[in-house]
């Protein structure tokens, strides 16, 4: 009897010591899963600013159009006005407050992929943080 009292009295700390790890793998899996997950969202969250400013570099572009260049005469006229007014504007007007950015590129249809029947073409980038979304609008 005594023998056998002795080979197994360190048996329940074995088993012990192999849940708990176990547990632990299992608990470090799922931390894991759930910060990758976290770092998603993240990143959708930031895609959305980045689309919100290249919105705003088309309603910019709009903008432009309608108050400044709405006089000209042909298409090019108008291009070239519009393109005069986006070289002149300053640096701080293409960054939002909260600080998303965007670059607005404005092409004459059948240039750069616009197609022929439209007017002109205008393709805004929103960058943030390391999102970046594009939009292109044909007018």
């Not at 005469?73 to 701080?92: F, K, M, V, Y």
């Not at 950015?101 to 750069?112: H, I, L, S, W």
Request: with cysteine.
């Amino acid at each position: 009897m005594w023998n056998n009292q002795y080979k197994q009295r360190g048996v329940s700390l074995y088993i012990a010591l192999m849940v708990l790890s176990v547990l632990l793998s299992l608990a470090l899996g799922i931390s894991a899963i759930l910060l990758s997950q976290i770092q998603l969202l993240r990143g959708i969250g930031h895609s959305v600013f980045a689309f919100a400013a290249a919105e705003t570099g088309i309603e910019r572009v709009l903008e432009i159009d309608a108050s400044s260049c709405a006089s000209s005469e042909t298409n090019a006229e108008r291009i070239a006005c519009i393109r005069d007014a986006l070289t002149a504007l300053p640096g701080s007007e293409f960054q939002l407050s909260n600080g998303a950015t965007f670059q607005v590129t404005v092409e004459a249809a059948d240039e750069g992929g616009c197609p022929e029947d439209k007017n002109y073409c205008v393709r805004s980038a929103g960058f943030y943080l390391e999102a970046r979304r594009s939009i292109r609008a044909g007018r």
